[in-house]
């Protein structure tokens, strides 16, 4: 065999694990999947699917001086205030948890077209969504699906079969208690991938998130991971969660084939023709603000959407 004939052979036996990664879902932890975050060598650029000719992709900038005023009713989460047991696995793409659910968890109403149920939580570290060009140290995401679909993998085909509320995250120098637990297996967690670990304590989700639930950025996007189908509703919260600068080192360390991820955001998508709409907490808003003082990083949006309101 020339040496050219046995650099196609191995080119396609590669495109083959692509193709077989794709067909499942992303979130699963795939192995020997060839994506990475890295510039070159099947980074961002490089990634199949709907990723580089999607018109409707994420994550993307949010700001809102240009975000259209949302009217949407209550965000419902149900069931996010009971305790629940899960694992926490590193897939070679992530840190992601999840949970059993003896009472089902979904999101609703808040201007969604549908019910969706809690299938995993994972995060991304630096955040991938953007406050005015703010990149922030963490981002959350909690992915759901259309309860009218069996698993997740129907619904990913589905326009609107998805949908993820965003967190984001502060750097502050006191750890946040709450994500403790989560964490509890690290640094040997972020060593292994594909096992999962038994978390030792109850976790009770809705303590994650925010205390104003609506406050947030609503749009039409996409997984921000391969293959990038343009499935999802996100809601992104504008209020933003504490995390310890230690914490965040953490999930710095996390590996995949052996060597730390470093960074695992995908880049800013452009919006097109897409509007982006931000839902304000009428009452409580002065709350928030006040709160907006103690931030030590990603503050400026708060601050800017302060003068869009009083003005
Ligand atoms: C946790 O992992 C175990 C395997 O170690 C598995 O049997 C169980 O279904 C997992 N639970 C959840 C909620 O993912
Ligand atoms: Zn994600």
Not at 69 to 90: A, I, M, Q, W
């Amino acid at each position: 065999m020339s040496p050219t004939a046995s650099t196609a052979a191995m080119t396609c036996h590669h495109l083959l694990l692509f193709i077989l990664a794709g067909s499942t879902s992303s979130f699963l932890p795939v192995e020997g999947s060839g994506w990475t975050y890295k510039e070159g060598g099947n980074g961002p650029d490089e990634w199949p699917g709907m990723c580089q000719v999607g018109a409707r992709q994420s994550p993307v900038d949010l700001d809102p001086k240009t975000a259209v005023p949302g009217h949407f009713e209550s965000l419902v989460l149900l069931n996010y205030d009971r305790k629940t047991v899960g694992n926490v696995t590193n897939n070679g793409h992530t840190l992601m948890l999840t949970f059993e659910q003896p009472c089902e968890m979904v999101m609703a109403a808040g201007g969604l077209p549908a019910v969706y149920r809690l299938e995993q939580i994972h995060f991304h570290w630096r955040s991938e969504h953007t406050f005015q060009g703010k990149r922030c140290p963490l981002e959350m995401h909690m992915v759901h699906y259309d309860r009218q679909f069996k698993k997740l993998g129907d619904a990913v085909k589905f326009n609107q079969g998805l949908a993820v509320l965003a967190v984001l995250f502060y750097e502050t120098k006191e750890p946040n208690t709450v994500l403790q637990p989560l964490l509890e297996f690290m640094p040997e967690v972020s060593q292994t991938e594909g096992i999962p670990y038994k978390l030792s304590q109850h976790v009770t989700l809705q303590n994650l998130l925010p205390d104003e639930l609506n406050y947030f950025y609503r749009y039409a996007g996409s997984l921000t991971t391969p293959n990038c189908d343009e499935s999802v509703v996100w809601t992104v919260l504008a209020q933003l969660v504490p995390i310890g600068v230690q914490q965040v080192a953490q999930f710095h360390k996390v590996q995949s084939h052996h060597e730390p991820l470093t960074s695992n955001f995908r880049p800013i998508q452009t919006v097109n023709k897409r509007q982006i709409y931000l839902q304000q907490p009428s009452e409580r808003y002065q709350e928030i603000s006040a709160a907006s003082s103690v931030y030590e990083s990603c503050f400026i949006v708060i601050v800017l959407s302060t003068f869009s309101i009083t003005h």
